[in-house]
């Protein structure tokens, strides 16, 4: 229900993207999506076995990469790619990171960001959970609210891995 509402006002005119910022309920206020690496197992294939191996997940595997808006809308798609890729190079390889340095920019001019797993790297655009030896309870009450809502790229995956 919630998203439907989110959708529906972003769609109501006039509205903007920061309109809804005070609505996402995110410790991050300049958080506009999340961000993940995906690996849908395929059949082994009869040569080449090696490069669509993902030995994480143990399965032959393409992987896809997602950004997903709270609203559960899609807005980067970068893929298919061989298994044994990791998040980072997805990244990389996607050139998301250099479009979201130059595009993704509040009205006054504060960078939005993206938020990930720890496996992606830290940047003003892209945030991860803190991933320190000792975390402060600020620390893990943050790592946990982002986690929360992190779940929509999640069910995301989940369910475009059901259509597929």
């Not at 690496?37 to 059949?43: I, Y």
């Not at 920019?105 to 960078?111: E, Y």
Request: aromatic share 8%; with cysteine.
């Amino acid at each position: 229900m919630e998203g439907l509402c989110m959708v529906l006002r972003r769609m109501a005119y006039p509205c903007r993207y920061s309109d809804l910022i005070p609505r996402n309920g995110s410790p991050l206020d300049n958080c506009f999506g999340f961000i993940d690496g995906t690996a849908r197992p395929v059949c082994r294939p009869g040569e080449q076995q090696r490069v669509l191996y993902n030995g994480h997940k143990r399965v032959h595997a393409l992987k896809f990469q997602s950004v997903v808006l709270p609203s559960g809308m899609i807005a980067h798609m970068y893929g298919p790619v061989e298994g044994r890729k990791h998040d980072a190079g997805m990244l990389a390889d996607s050139g998301l990171l250099a479009d979201l340095q130059r595009n993704t920019f509040s009205l006054t001019g504060q960078p939005l960001c993206l938020y990930g797993d720890p496996a992606y790297p830290l940047r003003i655009h892209l945030q991860c959970p803190f991933r320190n030896a000792v975390l402060t309870p600020q620390m893990q009450e943050f790592n946990a609210a982002m986690s929360a809502l992190r779940i929509s790229v999640e069910w995301l995956s989940f369910l475009i891995s059901k259509i597929i």
